[in-house]
């Protein structure tokens, strides 16, 4: 695997464990702030800190064109805007187990999104892959409650998560067009803070002065830990993911995010792991080597190595 492609991998790696672990800590935070408050507390702190490094340590990289800004404002819509939306709303309705399997898809969305728009072209086992590891999310969650059995409410809310799926995959094709510009660090950055600003009115109709005033400790520490371990870093880790590999590569590795939970989960909620959780684990990780594994080098016309779009 090309040295670029590896550091890609472990940077996308990194979110994945980094966004499981903020799977953990929001349950223990909306026991005490409201979702649409949490997310606003969470990017708005995270956009803020990322804002304030580049100001300190590299402040040429806050320069963007005008021209870009409705761009940036797009993306931070996407996904930090109207994907915690539609991701709350949705965990209001149906059980978290159903919630993450649908979230599960998102691989999928993105190979279709990218194959439309010609950004890449998978090869079979790639295809496999994406299969493989929603396979392994669905034994892992298979023995929480995940039930089968769907009322009109957990369909509306199974909507809603599959939508949040398709936000992230619109987010994976549609970044690399302001990363061919700015470093990803600064897209993250202008992305996260426009993206909350929008959000920032539904949030202060659902109380948000009043919950701040409120704040305990615990719950401060465990903002700071969603915004800037969960937010900045996380976010930017996988936005500078899409700088080495496809959309469809990085995005395979959000499912990680429910095996990274439930590890947390047993660690400190106190919860489970069985032999179906390892089974799951190791279709996940299967999963993620048949899409990111590299193509073998073919010789061209000349003897030079060529790659088809998509396995970089």
């Known amino acids: 695997m090309r040295s670029a492609a590896l550091v890609g991998n472990g940077a996308a790696l990194s979110a994945a464990v980094l966004f499981g672990a903020s799977v953990v800590a929001t349950r223990i935070a909306v026991r005490e702030i409201p979702p649409l408050s949490l997310a606003v507390l969470r990017f708005g702190a995270g956009g803020a800190l990322l804002l304030l490094c580049l100001l300190a340590v590299a402040p040429g990289l806050l320069r963007v064109a005008w021209r870009d800004v409705p761009f940036l404002l797009l993306l931070g819509a996407i996904l930090f805007s109207v994907f915690p939306l539609t991701f709350n709303a949705g965990l209001q309705l149906t059980p978290a187990s ?3 399997l649908m979230l599960a898809t998102m691989p999928l969305w993105s190979a279709v999104l990218a194959h439309a728009t010609r ?3 998978l090869r079979v086992r790639q295809v496999g892959g994406i299969v493989l590891t929603f396979v392994g999310v669905g034994i892992v969650l298979a023995e929480q409650d995940l039930t089968w059995e769907a009322t009109g409410r957990m369909l509306a809310g199974d909507g809603l998560m599959l939508l949040t799926a398709v936000c992230g995959a619109v987010y994976s094709v549609l970044a690399p ?6 470093r990803a660090v600064t897209v993250t950055a202008y992305a996260m803070v426009l993206g909350t600003l929008l959000l920032l009115p539904a949030a202060i109709g659902e109380g948000l002065l009043g919950i701040v005033a409120r704040l305990d400790e615990t719950a401060i520490v465990l903002v700071l830990f969603l915004g800037i371990v969960g937010g900045a870093l996380g976010y930017s ?7 080495r590999l496809t959309p469809t590569q990085v995005v395979v590795y959000i499912n990680f995010n429910p095996i990274v939970a439930a590890v947390f989960a047993a660690i400190l909620l106190d919860e489970r792991l069985t032999e179906a959780f390892v089974a799951g684990l190791g279709a996940v990780i299967g999963g993620v080597l048949l899409v990111n594994w590299p ?4 010789p061209g016309p000349e003897g030079l190595a060529v790659f088809p779009v998509g396995d970089a």
């Open 98 to 100: 159903r919630g993450a």
């Open 119 to 121: 950004r890449e072209r």
């Open 177 to 182: 067009r302001a990363l061919s510009r700015y």
């Open 237 to 243: 880790l996988i936005t500078f993911a899409l700088t």
């Open 295 to 298: 193509a073998r080098r073919a």
